[in-house]
């Protein structure tokens, strides 16, 4: 039973590019969450997707950021028009649906902006 | 609004001494509070989780946590550190029934042989 998946692991854009980060959830999960982990602080939450539907992006920056669940397929948080402070690791975490068995982790992408 | 604090963002021990890690949250609504830990490059794991049951919690690796709402506090413990519990740690607590949660900042362990 694989885990979360991420990929890549390590992606290098230059400013203004974009950038993809993929996850597929555990079998069986049907919630997706992004978390954005800053140098030297903790996790933050950015948007909470269930199956082609954003249920809560209460965390996600007001421009350039987009997340997506489709039907079929993995999620996708897109980065338009990076720039350095968007350098961070991404985690993407599921769950079979009710918090208190708590996230499943991948193991990130870590974004670097040059 | 929800937050969490982790008093001490270095924590340094002896290998086979006691394992302190504190964590205090803010919260209106009863709360579900959990322990991640962080390997090197890695994602996070969960270790323990208390959901309003049992307010003594036990993890994997030995760890456990005690809620204490009184003092608001769910501190880690380890009666004995092992080399391999170096990692970072962190504290995160949701509302009853959210999915969000929200992290403390993180505590990094590191054992002295």
């Known amino acids: 039973n694989a885990g979360v998946m991420q990929n890549p692991r390590h992606l290098v854009r230059r400013r203004g590019q974009e950038a993809r980060l993929r996850c597929s959830p555990m079998k069986g999960h049907s919630h997706v969450y992004w978390y954005r982990q800053l140098p030297e602080e903790g996790l933050k939450f950015m948007v909470y997707l269930q199956k082609e539907n954003i249920i809560d992006e209460s965390g996600m920056p007001k421009e350039r950021f987009s997340a997506e669940f489709p039907k079929e397929g993995p999620s996708i948080l897109r980065i338009q028009q990076v720039v350095r402070g968007d350098s961070a690791a991404y985690f993407c975490?599921?769950?079979?649906?009710?918090?208190?068995?708590?996230?499943?982790f991948g193991s990130g992408t870590r974004l670097t902006v040059v | 609004a929800q937050s969490v604090t982790q008093l001490g963002s270095h924590v340094s021990v002896s290998e086979g001494a006691l394992v302190l890690l504190r964590c205090n949250y803010s919260?209106?609504?009863?709360?579900?509070l959990f322990w991640y830990v962080q390997y090197p490059n890695q994602g996070l794991q969960l270790l323990l989780k208390y959901t309003s049951a049992a307010t003594l919690v036990k993890g994997i690796n030995g760890f456990e946590a005690e809620f204490k709402k009184s003092e608001t506090s769910f501190h880690l413990t380890k009666p004995s550190a092992h080399m391999s519990d170096a990692a970072e740690y962190f504290c995160a607590v949701s509302e009853q029934g959210a999915q969000k949660l929200v992290f403390g900042q993180g505590t990094r362990l590191t054992i002295n042989p």
């Open positions: 975490a599921s769950s079979p649906g009710v918090v208190n068995y708590g996230y499943t």
């Open positions: 919260s209106s609504v009863p709360p579900y």
